[in-house]
């Protein structure tokens, strides 16, 4: 019996960011009876988001840092600019020598009015209870706009920095596990609750303030590790996925749809993270993206991003692998993805594109819709003016794509 996947979506009209929304197995997924075989109709309740990047200053592989390390004015016009752009969230980065990014997200969330905030966060430096109250308290001053981040993996050196002690890395994501596990009570207990793990015990935990919403605080998390997936499988309400091909990120989400069912929890909302190249014709996208790769080139040295060693975080080798597999037919995969700035600097973050003009970005991001694909989180490598071209030019495509493709899915369904 063949067992095959397709991915059925309809909007949502909660008003949270990233809501996650508890509803019954029946409508998580169908079997359907079809020409003698099974198809799995994963259905999902999960919107159309789009999440955007604000940096603590102007910066990227081709722009080496301008103003200060704080820019207050930078990052209010960029917040800004993605709020006006249709944008649901931005994210605020987490780095061992950056300013505090819940601290910057705050600031973000004061001079909007209603774009999310996606803050990463490292476990295993900071108490989760302290860290679940710091989250709750803002996410009520800011009426449910707060979602949060974790992320595990990352190089020695950037971990000692801040004193890591747990150098091998499934248990640091076993540490992690036990983070959310404390982080979630104290969002959800209405008594005081003990807990005692290997990396955390307490006593008598309890908070007084809880999420603004009643669904929570959505959590999210990345890797494609086992370890990782394991973890998201107990724990993530999104799962995020670097720009792959179409082949790695169907793979990707059936480990994790896999994990998840394990848990015997409703399947996650997935993110997947590009940097989209657009221009007015196919071939001005193209020279538009030799002309980044070069002028990355020139920079490396000033902009801190040029390739080191093979990096420990699963994702990043992943990125690398693809782009050295196809340097000889100019990085590029499926219709448009664009692998050259993974390849150069070694898979730095978000590092990989769709190139073309707003209509063909549009579609090849809608076929990873069709893979299950919901919220797109983008950011360009000049930041502002990027971020203005994505409101304008491709957010509403997508969002009219979508909005046309899910009555034809709903009749095929039929």
Request: glycine share 8%; aromatic share 8%; net charge neutral.
């Amino acid at each position: 019996m063949n067992d095959t996947s397709c991915l059925l979506g309809r909007e949502s009209s909660h008003g949270s960011l990233f809501p996650f929304l508890t509803v019954p197995v029946t409508t998580q997924f169908a079997l359907l009876l079809f020409a003698g075989s099974v198809i799995r109709v994963y259905a999902t309740s999960h919107p159309l988001r789009f999440v955007g990047f604000v940096g603590n200053h102007n910066a990227s592989e081709i722009i080496p840092r301008q103003g200060p390390v704080v820019d207050r004015d930078y990052i209010e016009t960029v917040a800004k600019a993605h709020e006006l752009g249709g944008f649901d969230a931005v994210l605020q980065a987490f780095h061992s020598d950056a300013p505090d990014s819940l601290q910057v997200s705050q600031h973000i969330t004061g001079v909007t009015d209603r774009l999310g905030v996606l803050i990463a966060h490292r476990p295993g430096f900071q108490a989760p209870t302290i860290l679940a109250r710091q989250f709750a308290t803002l996410d009520q001053l800011s009426r449910g706009r707060v979602a949060i981040n974790v992320i595990t993996g990352a190089e020695r050196s950037e971990l000692a920095r801040d004193g890591n002690s747990v150098e091998d890395k499934d248990d640091r994501y076993a540490r992690t596990s036990e983070f959310l596990d404390i982080v979630r009570a104290e969002w959800t207990s209405e008594t005081p609750f003990d807990y005692e793990g290997k990396y955390y015990r307490v006593e008598q935990a309890f908070s007084q303030v809880k999420p603004y919403n009643a669904s929570g605080i959505p959590v999210w998390i990345a890797g494609a590790s086992q370890a990782a997936i394991d973890v998201a499988g107990r724990h993530a309400d999104t799962f995020a996925l670097w720009g792959e091909t179409h082949e790695q990120v169907r793979e990707l989400l059936g480990r994790v749809r896999a994990a998840v069912a394990k848990a015997g929890r409703p399947q996650p909302a997935f993110s997947l993270s590009l940097r989209p190249i657009l221009a007015d014709t196919e071939e001005a996208a193209w020279a538009k993206a030799d002309a980044i790769h070069e002028k990355a080139k020139a920079l490396l040295d000033k902009t801190g991003f040029r390739r080191g060693e093979l990096p420990n975080n699963e994702g990043a080798r992943r990125l690398i692998a693809i782009a050295d597999a196809a340097a000889d037919k100019g990085h590029r995969h499926d219709k448009r993805l664009w692998t050259a700035i993974a390849g150069l600097t070694g898979a730095k973050g978000n590092s990989t594109s769709l190139v073309g003009t707003p209509d063909q970005v549009a579609d090849a991001l809608l076929d990873y819709y069709d893979l299950g694909i919901t919220t797109f989180l983008i950011r360009g490598f000049d930041p502002l003016p990027d971020a203005i071209s994505y409101g304008r030019e491709l957010l509403p495509r997508v969002r009219r794509l979508v909005a046309e493709r899910r009555p034809a899915q709903a009749v095929a369904a039929e």
